[in-house]
């Protein structure tokens, strides 16, 4: 068995959740988030647990076994607790601005990328004040928040894929957790 796909999925008593025809419909708080099964998946409810069960023991079905059950279990954190990605934009003059439904990222390039924010995503972006070797530098801070993992994961790798970050001045677009090591530049002679 899936060490994963094995593990219940406990069920909250402010969560509808409702099985029909091989798609699972999850509905919380935040939202509405649905799925439909893989062949061989089926669903067993009882006191508020949520089991995963495969029909046999086929290399197909131990394969989507674990990941039908964390899809799964996405959509439960999703609707109850939403996802959050933060990322950080370092460099002089870059910035983010948001307007309306699209996203302005200013990253040196000759010209601005505008990113068009997904349905069913909040992005935030503000410009944060920092001090750095006895001046004052502004950083920009880039919000993204939704019920859908998925969708948060990929607009912000595609918010860092614009200009992700240099190793010799750290420059660029980072996660707030992300580490970027800093080389030496070239000695001088």
């Known amino acids: ?16 959740v409702t ?8 509905k919380g708080k935040l939202g509405e988030l649905s799925y439909t099964l893989m062949p061989g998946m ?3 409810m009882e006191d508020g647990v949520l089991n995963v069960l495969r029909a046999d023991d086929s290399k197909d079905q131990r394969a989507v076994h674990g990941l039908t059950r964390a899809l799964i279990q996405n959509m439960v954190t999703g609707v109850t607790e939403g996802y959050k990605k933060t990322l950080h934009i370092f460099g002089t003059g870059y910035s983010s601005e948001k307007i309306g439904p ?13 990113l068009r924010i997904p349905e069913g995503l909040k992005v935030e972006s503000e410009a944060v004040p920092r001090s ?7 950083t920009s801070i880039i919000t993204v928040e939704g019920i859908d993992k998925q969708m948060v994961g990929q607009f912000a ?22 580490y970027v090591a800093i080389k030496a530049g070239k000695a001088g002679a």
């Open 42 to 44: 089926s669903l067993q």
């Open 102 to 114: 699209w996203l302005r990222l200013t990253l040196g390039y000759s010209h601005d990328i505008m």
């Open 157 to 178: 790798a595609e918010i860092r894929f614009c200009r992700p970050p240099e190793n010799y001045k750290g420059k660029g677009i980072r996660y707030h957790d992300e």
């Open 19 to 26: 099985i029909a025809d091989q798609i699972i419909t999850v």
């Open 132 to 138: 750095k070797g006895g001046r004052s530098d502004f």
């Open 1 to 16: 068995m899936s060490r994963i796909g094995k593990a219940p999925i406990k069920i909250s008593s402010d969560l509808n």
